[in-house]
């Protein structure tokens, strides 16, 4: 437990995870449109961390189709290897930069 400056001014004691603000080391508890601020900027940082996780997959993957997987299209274009293996190739890069569950 901690103890805070609740909404009408007075001592108050609550859970220690409880989200408050600090002024010169005292906890105030955060009125609603704090906490709904508090809320959304939370939720912005988790869709963030996860828009940036699927970007840096996306180059990812891009890139190692590049530098692995182009050459051997173009060799089954010109009837030079199967296109199995192009295929396969293209599954195992996906393979190696798994979709975050």
Same mark, same amino acid.
Do not use: C
């Given at each position: 437990?901690?103890?805070?400056? =609740?909404?009408?001014?007075? %001592?108050? #004691?609550?859970?220690?995870? +409880?989200?408050? !603000?600090?002024?010169?080391?005292?906890?105030?508890?955060?009125?609603?449109?704090?906490?709904?601020?508090? =809320?959304?900027?939370?939720? %912005?940082? #988790?869709?963030?961390?996860? +828009?940036?996780? !699927?970007?840096?997959?996306?180059?990812?993957?891009?890139?190692?189709?590049?530098?692995?997987?182009?050459?051997?299209?173009?060799?089954?274009?010109?009837?030079?290897?199967?296109?199995?293996?192009?295929?396969?190739?293209?599954?195992?890069?996906?393979?190696?930069?798994?979709?975050?569950?």
């Amino acid at each position: 437990m901690k103890e805070v400056i =609740n909404l009408q001014g007075k %001592k108050e #004691q609550v859970a220690i995870d +409880t989200p408050v !603000k600090t002024v010169n080391g005292v906890h105030y508890l955060l009125n609603g449109s704090e906490v709904t601020e508090l =809320n959304a900027t939370a939720i %912005k940082w #988790q869709i963030d961390s996860i +828009t940036s996780k !699927k970007a840096q997959r996306k180059a990812n993957i891009q890139a190692a189709m590049r530098a692995d997987a182009d050459d051997l299209f173009f060799e089954v274009a010109a009837g030079e290897i199967d296109k199995q293996v192009w295929l396969d190739k293209r599954a195992e890069i996906k393979q190696r930069f798994p979709k975050e569950e």
